[in-house]
């Protein structure tokens, strides 16, 4: 079977995320569920022999060493020894910056489909320590599965049944330092663990990062008070990206068509798996 030259890689949400402590040596512990979603970027790959590397995005420059995509393509020529090398042409769609792992996402496809095209034969847990180096969140969407993570975000249990539904997705005016956020002397880190089994039989869960985030970033707190006048409203990850179920399309559209225009606004569909490869690409962005 031939390899697709165009693969999809998808937005994620944080259901919700406890920080449930601080390790000695900075890193916060935390429990959080991923959920994918069907807004993806758009990736293509077209082969060679000569070794270059490159990847270029539609409408975005991007510093290369801060280039996910482009570190992840090297990080895996390095490590198996190929000659092979790759031009990669990203489709941004999903937003940039906005707690939903787009770079994430994009560098876990690259690994995925290079790891296809150049015929290494790596299995999912190979490329996911090599992608661990890229980002904590990368493993989870090699694996390409619905989790629940705990430690500080290495540890990864699969979720089988997760329950799909549909929400609104809304990326505010603004762009959150992830650093600020998590070295900030407010951020709760002391919230009591729960476990899985607690989660799934609908035990009450939060995201630690949203009162903070609201008070630093107005543009947030506006945007949580507007999207929750259509349901109940929640920071992920630490933004700037806001989300709400929705599984009513009525209201669904009411909220697109009445959105501010300063905002972007998707509804999309909940995801069990990645579904990363595809030959074609149609209707997939809302």
């Given amino acids: ?6 693969w999809l890689a998808p937005a994620k949400l944080n259901l919700f995320l406890h920080i449930t402590g601080r390790r000695a040596d900075g890193y916060h512990e935390l429990q959080t569920v991923f959920q994918f979603i069907d807004l993806y970027d758009e990736l ?60 994430s996402s994009d560098a876990a496809t690259v690994l995925l489909a290079l790891n296809q ?6 299995s999912l847990e190979k490329l996911a320590q090599l992608g661990l180096q890229l980002g904590a969140d990368v493993p989870i969407f090699i694996h390409g ?6 430690g500080v975000g290495e540890l990864i249990t699969p979720l089988e049944n997760l329950a799909t539904g549909n929400y609104l997705l809304l990326q505010p005016d603004c762009h959150i330092s992830t650093a600020s956020i998590f070295q900030h002397p407010d951020l709760p880190r002391n919230t009591p663990k729960i476990s899985l089994q607690n989660f799934l039989q609908g035990a009450s869960v939060h995201n630690d990062c949203q009162n903070l985030v609201s008070l630093c970033y107005p543009p947030v707190k ?37 959105c501010p225009a300063q905002w972007k606004i998707w509804h999309v569909k909940g995801l069990e798996t990645t579904g990363h490869e595809a030959s074609t690409v149609t209707g997939k962005n809302k």
């Fill in 222 to 258: 506006a945007a949580l008070d507007w999207l929750s006048g259509y349901a109940p409203a929640r920071l992920t990850g630490t933004g700037a990206c806001i989300f709400a179920p929705c599984d009513n399309e009525a209201m669904a559209q009411q909220a697109l068509a009445s």
């Fill in 44 to 103: 293509h790959f077209q082969t060679n022999k000569t070794g270059i590397l490159s990847c270029t995005y539609d409408g975005l420059t991007i510093n290369p060493e801060q280039d996910l995509s482009l570190r992840a393509a090297r990080l895996l020529q390095q490590h198996s020894n190929t000659t092979a090398g790759a031009t990669i042409q990203v489709k941004k769609c999903i937003p940039v910056g906005g707690g939903v792992g787009g770079g």
């Fill in 117 to 122: 095209h150049w015929e290494l034969h790596w």
């Fill in 145 to 150: 599965k619905a989790a629940w993570a705990e």
């Fill in 1 to 6: 079977m031939q390899t697709p030259n165009i």
